[in-house]
Structures are given as C-alpha cells and as structure tokens.
C-alpha cells in the first residue's frame, strides 16, 4: 500500500517551503488511495522547542488537511538502536572512539574532504568491543564501501537517476557518542519500520538519499521510492529562510493576513508544479485529481514578494478568486473574527455579518481588508473627513445640501429594503431636479466617511435608519460651517 510521510523538525515555525512538503505528499496519498502519515522529528533535543511544535500543529491544522497516522520520533528510539545495532552486526558500520569534536565534524579540512578515520576503522573487533566495555565512549559510523569503484544509485521521480560514487561519501554518523541516533539512521530506521513507500521531500535533501539508501541496503530494506521537490527561492534567488527573510515564510503569517486555506494550498502547488492545462484556481478535489510527480517542475520556483508587501501578487489574485467562490455563509463566518473584537461592537452577530458580506465580497483580497472596506458598517462615529468630500463632481455645497436635507425628510418614513430606498431616493432627485448621481453621492459619504464604498442601497438598508439619519445630520452640520 501507498505510505507517504510528512517530518518536520520542531526548531521553528512552519516554513512555507515545509508546508507545500506536505501538501504535496496529502495530495499524492490522497490521489492514489494511499496514507498520510505525519511523524514529528524530534531527536534533536538541543534545539526543539515547544514554541515550535505548536507553531507546526497551528499550521497544518489552518491548512485543514488531515493526517491518517502520527508518531513522534523520540518515542521510537528503540528501532533506531536496533536497526543500528543490527548493522553494525554485518560488520557494515564501526565503533568511533574520537574525541566527539573530531569524530563527529564532517566538514572539509586543511587535508581535504572527510572521509574517515582510518585507524578507527580498520581496528579490530576485539579492540573495539575492549574499548567499549571499558565506558569509553564513541560514535557508531557506517563502514561506506571503500575497496572497489562503487556507485550508490536511484531512481527520482523528479530528477530522474541519480548516482554518485562511495569513494565521495563520508563514513556518516549512525549513533552519536552520547547513544543518540542522528538524523539520517532514525529517519530510515521510521521509514523502515512505519512501512513508507515514498519519500516526497526538498530538493536539498537530495544529496542525503545516498547516505540513505545504503543504510537502507545493510538493514536489509527494500529503499522506498523518492522524489524531491525544487526549492522555494526569494526574488533574488536565495533559498526562502527564517532567518533571512523572517515572517514571510511562516504559515501563520498567511492565516493572520487573511488567506483562505484552500486559496493558500492553490498558491503552494503552482510554486513547482502544474496541472499541465493552464489552470490556475483550482479547488481541493480538482488538485487531488490532477496530481501527479510527473507535474513537479526541476527548476526552483521564486516567492514574488517585495519588501513593502510581503505576498505574492499570484497569492493575493488566488485568494481573491477563492473569496468569490465562497457561499456567503461561509465567507462571513471566516470574516467574523477580524471583526468580532471588543472594540468593535458594531457587529455582534453572524446573521449581520452575513447581510453586509455580499456588499464587500468583490472589493477584498485578503479577509483582513474587511476592516477597511467595511470599517464604516462597524463605527460608531465615522473617522473624521473633509466637508469638500460631501459636495457631488458636478455640483457645489448648495447642491449638496439640498440633496441631504431631502434624503434625511425621505429616510424617515422610507421603506428600509433596497428596492424600497432607491425607488424614494431617486424620486426624490427627480423632485430636486438634479440627477441620481448628485443626490447618491452626498448620502454615500455622509453615510460611509469617503466616496468609494459598496452599493448604497444594500449599505443604507444594512446600517439601518437611525445610524443613516444620525450621520447625515452630522453631515448637514459640517456642509453648514463651510
């Protein structure tokens, strides 16, 4: 059976690049009847942290994809050990009594590239058993094929064959001197155990699966099958980091922003791959039908932010189109929280909510812009603006406040449903002899605080009369004093 796993490392929060890990494998398991299994990395015990963890669930639980299975790896040590112990078994790994700063460094030095140790490995059981007995302590390493031309191969299901000779791969760490497993033993002692299939992971993980597939060889086990993914870079080309380039990198950042899920999910999966068909906004199931490896792209795939708008445009049009898509029901409930503060008590219900939303559903990007496309539905006073705002394009203060003198005589008796106010207010411009535009102007800023809103009639009916009388008697007075 299909098996596929999502294992992040809780040492920060969830980079988008991790998100889109896992969405690619959801959307793999999901397309093929397979399993999602989300497995918790966390044996580096130095560098883990709650904060993380939390900020993890935050967001794959945002994403609203579920996993079929979870495991943490700390919880699982036994099978690292075990699949350690059985390799060094076969003679296919060696004992390292190194001092821990020397053995357990892997980086080029004055004489070269690393490779081993080579009295370390060549010493004999015997003296390594002794040494051990003794509480010595030492790091376990793989014995990396040394006495022939050897080349450890595989097949991706990105980049297509992949191989690389033994002769440049380092005798790598399978249990460090304090008995801890490292990152790459523990991760195919799991994938080994947990039964996975395919490893769906960054491209930047591509040079481990060598070191991978031969600890998955001496433990006996069929390597699974791998794909990588290409890397998520900045305008400049420089690999996405949180450290680098901070929040715009987390999920989090997205949901608090206002992104829609499936709207984000849409973004992720056109970053390096493509339904081959020119589609662009996709729902969730039309993403699980057209998934496939085959449509994963080789080359890096560029976030388009800027330093004063740290989104995508493509991201920002995707959520958009999402946002329209939505019932209204629905869109509302998403919106209530960025509305719903003690500070706000204009809005108090959903069923409000969900008769000002379709007034503002065309004029937001992100849910977060209803606090100002809206903000007036919201106020009890409106903010301060400029009497000069009242008076219509082609007309002066006189015009305007007529105009408003008679929308507040018709607003006190009118019917208050939007077929009922725009058949009064625009007998009542025929009455003043003016046109529709002149009268619906002076009311559209007495009633909002700026000329561009939604609908007026929808907005008149949605405030309700005494919020419409009380603010264009507020108007009246400042046309007054010009």
């Given at each position: 059976m299909l098996r596929v796993r999502f294992a992040p490392s809780p040492t920060g929060f969830l980079h988008i690049g991790s998100a889109r890990t896992y969405i690619f494998n959801w959307l793999y398991a999901r397309h093929n009847g397979g399993t999602?299994?989300?497995?918790?990395?966390?044996t580096d015990v130095e560098r883990n942290t709650e904060t993380s963890l939390n900020s993890i669930f935050e967001g794959l639980r945002w994403l609203d994809l579920g996993w079929d299975e979870e495991y943490k790896q700390s919880q699982r040590l036994n099978q690292h050990r075990h699949m350690a112990d059985a390799i060094f078994q076969k003679d296919l790994a060696y004992r390292d009594f190194t001092p821990a700063q020397g053995s357990e460094s892997e980086k080029s030095g004055a004489q070269g590239t690393w490779l081993f140790h080579a009295d370390m490995r060549d010493m004999s059981r015997s003296d390594s058993d002794r040494r051990a007995a003794a509480g010595e302590p030492f790091a376990l390493r793989f014995r990396v094929p040394r006495e022939s031309a050897q080349q450890v191969r595989f097949a991706d299901g990105v980049y297509g064959e992949q191989a690389k000779a033994t002769a440049d791969i380092e005798d790598f760490a399978?249990?460090?001197?304090d008995g801890m497993p490292t990152y790459h033993l523990a991760s195919c002692a799991d994938d080994a155990d947990l039964g996975i299939s395919h490893i769906i992971r960054g491209q930047d993980h591509l040079t481990n699966t060598f070191k991978h597939v031969l600890i998955f060889e001496a433990a006996g086990v069929a390597p699974p099958?791998?794909?990588?993914?290409?890397?998520?870079?900045?305008p400049d080309g420089t690999k996405l980091s949180k450290r680098r380039h901070g929040p715009v990198v987390s999920v989090t950042t997205y949901r608090d922003a206002g992104f829609l899920p499936q709207a984000f999910i849409n973004f992720l999966c056109l970053l390096g791959w493509s339904p081959k068909d020119d589609r662009e906004q996709l729902t969730r199931q039309e993403l699980i039908d057209a998934f496939t490896l085959e449509g994963v792209n080789?080359?890096?795939a560029v976030v388009n932010f800027k330093e004063e708008d740290p989104f995508d445009p493509k991201a920002t049009w995707l959520n958009a189109e999402h946002i329209r898509t939505l019932p209204v029901e629905e869109l509302a409930g998403r919106l209530m929280p960025f509305v719903g503060q003690p500070e706000r008590p204009g809005v108090t219900d959903l069923p409000r909510m969900?008769?000002?939303?379709?007034?503002?559903?065309?004029?937001?990007?992100?849910?977060?812009?209803?606090?100002?496309?809206?903000?007036?539905f919201f106020a009890e006073e409106l903010p301060p603006y400029d009497a000069g705002e009242l008076i219509p394009k082609k007309g002066d203060a006189t015009l305007a406040l007529r105009a408003l003198e008679r929308a507040r005589e018709v607003l006190?008796?009118?019917?208050?449903t939007h077929d009922g106010l725009e058949a009064a207010l625009r007998a009542a411009a025929e009455s003043l002899n003016i046109k529709a535009g002149q009268m619906f102007?002076?009311?559209?800023?007495?009633?909002?605080?700026?000329?561009?809103?939604?609908p007026l009639f929808g907005t008149l009916e949605v405030l309700g009369r005494d919020t419409c009388l009380k603010r264009i008697a507020q108007a009246l007075e400042k046309l007054k004093r010009i």
């Open positions: 999602m299994i989300l497995r918790i990395d966390d399978l249990l460090r001197s099958r791998f794909a990588h993914l290409p890397l998520l870079v900045a080789r080359s890096n969900i008769r000002i939303t379709p007034l503002i559903r065309e004029r937001i990007k992100l849910l977060r812009d209803v606090l100002t496309v809206a903000d007036f006190a008796t009118a019917e208050f102007e002076p009311i559209r800023v007495a009633v909002c605080g700026r000329k561009t809103a939604p």
